[in-house]
Every structure is written in structure tokens, then in C-alpha cells.
């Protein structure tokens, strides 16, 4: 089993440009994650997925976009990237969302200029 | 709003020496805590849980609910444990989501 993957590893964009992070797991978890890992500032919670269907925001959603494409994967999208989104990101599932383990990918760094 | 704070961003201690890294929560409920670790190269991953009461790689926690405080223990260190660690809060409220603490790099020196 590959756990979660993440794509691409690394991306530069300019400002204004857009993209799609993709998420993958193929643990038949119910529950997915997007974070952001800034120095200092540790992980902090950009969306969520409980289930298949449905998406919520977490602690910085603005300036992200989430698609639960169906169980297995998640993405997030920047639609017009600014240089405040230069981040790592994390994606992450667990079997439910219930305090139960939370499984994470490998990140992506993205910088925007 | 729920908090999580490690008020040490670095932390070096000798092989052998006891470590103690500290995690203080801000939260009026019934908390859930965990500690996860990223060893050089690794993803993110879960070191344990408060609910489990239990001891991995050496390492032990417990929850002090007077401190509101989860401080990660252990009595010798080795140069595998350098990593960054970060403490995390899950809420009854906020079911889903889990509330980071800034973290800890941590470095043995031999």
C-alpha cells in the first residue's frame, strides 16, 4: 500500500497563476485533510472532508478551493495564487474523524513569487 | 478558541540526558491530545495518544488537566529520537479537526 500520495512534490507559480494539489489514499478512509505547514506556525487546518460528499472549512480557507472527487481522493485548488500561500502542504486521512490516527503524505512546497 | 502552544521552537540535549518537551493546550472541555513526530526525510506520523496511556520509542506523555499540559518524557535520549515534534489538540466541538501546536526540533548530540 502506497498510504497517501501527494502531486507534485515540488511547483513554483507566479502570482495569479493557478493549480490543483492532488491527494490520493488507498487506505478506504472516510475522513481527508488539507494542511499548511508554515515556520513557526506549525500545521494548521485549510479544509477537511468527514466523508465522501461533503467538505468543510478548517482554519485558513481563504484562497482555497476543495474537491472529495470520491473516496480516495481530495484536491485543493489556488485559483489565483499570492506569495502568502508559499507553503508546504499536507495531505492526510484517517478511518473516520473521530480522534483516531491521521495519516499524511509526503507534502508538496509550493512557492509563489 | 482552542490553542495548542510548545513554547520551545528548538531543543538540543546530550545522548543519555532525559528530555522533556512541552506542550501546554488552551481549551474549557475534555481534550483529546496526541503527539506526532517527522524524523528527517519521514512523513508526519503519530508518536501516541493521551487515551492510550501507553509508551512508544521510550517516550510517555501524560495529561495534566490542573496545567492543562501534555509534556512528552523520556528518561534517556538517543540520537534516533532528533526530530521535530509537534503536539496536537482534538476538541469534542471540532470533531474532525485536529489543532497543532507550533512544534519542537529536537536535536540529540553525541
Known amino acids: 500500500n502506497a498510504g497517501v500520495t501527494q502531486t507534485p512534490k515540488f511547483q513554483v507559480l507566479k502570482t495569479g497563476q493557478s493549480m490543483t494539489l492532488q491527494c490520493a489514499q488507498d487506505?478506504?478512509?472516510?475522513?481527508m485533510y488539507w494542511y499548511r505547514q508554515d515556520p513557526g506556525m506549525g500545521l494548521r487546518l485549510i479544509y477537511y472532508s468527514a466523508s465522501e460528499g461533503t467538505t468543510d472549512k478548517g482554519e485558513v480557507p481563504n484562497g482555497y478551493n476543495v474537491s472529495r472527487l470520491n473516496k480516495r481522493e481530495f484536491s485543493l485548488r489556488l485559483e489565483s495564487a499570492a506569495p502568502s500561500q508559499t507553503s508546504v502542504y499536507f495531505c492526510?486521512?484517517?478511518?473516520?474523524?473521530?480522534?483516531?490516527?491521521?495519516?499524511f503524505g509526503p507534502g508538496t512546497r509550493l512557492t509563489v513569487t | 478558541a482552542q490553542r495548542v502552544t510548545q513554547p520551545e521552537k528548538l531543543l538540543s540535549v546530550f545522548k543519555g540526558a532525559p528530555v522533556e518537551l512541552k506542550c501546554n493546550y488552551s481549551?474549557?472541555?475534555?481534550?483529546?491530545l496526541f503527539w506526532y513526530v517527522q524524523y528527517s526525510r519521514q512523513r508526519l506520523q503519530l508518536l501516541l495518544r493521551h487515551i492510550s496511556r501507553e509508551s512508544i520509542k521510550g517516550f510517555t506523555a501524560d495529561l495534566n488537566k490542573g496545567e492543562t499540559s501534555f509534556h512528552l518524557k523520556k528518561p534517556f535520549a538517543q540520537e534516533e529520537d532528533s526530530a521535530m515534534y509537534y503536539c496536537?489538540?482534538?476538541?469534542?466541538?471540532?470533531?474532525?479537526?485536529?489543532?497543532f501546536g507550533q512544534g519542537t526540533r529536537l536535536t540529540i548530540n553525541p
Open positions: 481549551y474549557s472541555g475534555s481534550p483529546e
Open positions: 492526510a486521512s484517517s478511518k473516520t474523524g473521530s480522534g483516531e490516527e491521521q495519516y
Open positions: 487506505m478506504n478512509h472516510n475522513s
Open positions: 496536537a489538540l482534538r476538541t469534542i466541538q471540532g470533531a474532525q479537526k485536529l489543532v
